[in-house]
């Protein structure tokens, strides 16, 4: 045993990255997913059912858990911050002081966050006629989830906070398989149907009343080896208003999907495609076998 730990410890030696010895600046993923779902609690007060909240103690109720939030935010921010100086070997920043002002500023941005995320529960209601009630979506759709924790990271990433968005839209995107980048620009009325496999890169931008389909992707088109060359370029596609993407539709770089297109499932587009647009796959055959006597006979049907 003893031999095997001396083995283990000589791999740590002048490695950066997926150590993290004396990193005590760095945030830590559980807080940060605690200070998610109390968002939540603010965002959609009730849903969870921890709090009791009623019409007459929704003023102290929101006010504690904001007052929770800015400090606990407050705290795993600033880590954040002190480990990008270590890395950036900066000196002179008051960590304390542009945590604090990042937190506070999420936090002046939850109104607007709440009006956008019902104009995202509207949405999905008026798109799904299997929706029983905006409740229903709230507390089950996965792409509530998901949007609503976009919503928060970008709000953060416009402040330049290192760390934090990505903690926050990976944990959602392991939990419900719809992967947003906090970087990317998503407008109003934003719905997610079925959600697995959805895929929104980082300089991606989608316009208002877009519906996408699972396992839709706007990706970049394969990068050099040296990626971080190209940090900052404009790489992903832009979706204009009243698009929609049907399931497994891949759509590759900085191209544009011009205003109230559809867009047809399975697709794979590399160019611009200009307003009201429909773009599907030519015609396949489907291939029937019926068997009569045990014996096999075929018959292809083009669709």
Known sequence: MENLVDRIAHTYKGDSGINFIDASNLPVRGEIIQILDLLFEVLFPGHTGKRSITKSNIKFVIGDVLCQIHAELSEQIERAYRYQCRIQKCEGCDCRKMAENA?????TQLPKIRELLKGDVGAAFAGDPAAQSHEEIVISYPCIDAIATYRIAHE???????LIPRIMSEC????????????A??????FIDH???VVVGETSVIGKNVRFYQGVSLIAISIPKQAQSIRGAKRHPTIEDDVTIYAEATLLGNITIGKGSIVGGNVWIGKSVPPGTTVSMAKSQSLY???????????????
């Open 103 to 107: 937190s506070r500023h999420l936090l």
């Open 156 to 162: 953060l990433y416009l402040k330049q906070v290192p």
């Open 172 to 183: 959602t995107h392991s939990k419900t398989g719809i992967d947003i980048h906090p970087g």
């Open 185 to 190: 620009k998503i407008g109003k009325n934003f």
């Open 195 to 197: 959600g697995t496999g």
């Open 289 to 303: 076998e019926h068997r009569k006597n045990n014996r096999h006979s075929k018959k292809r049907k083009n669709r």
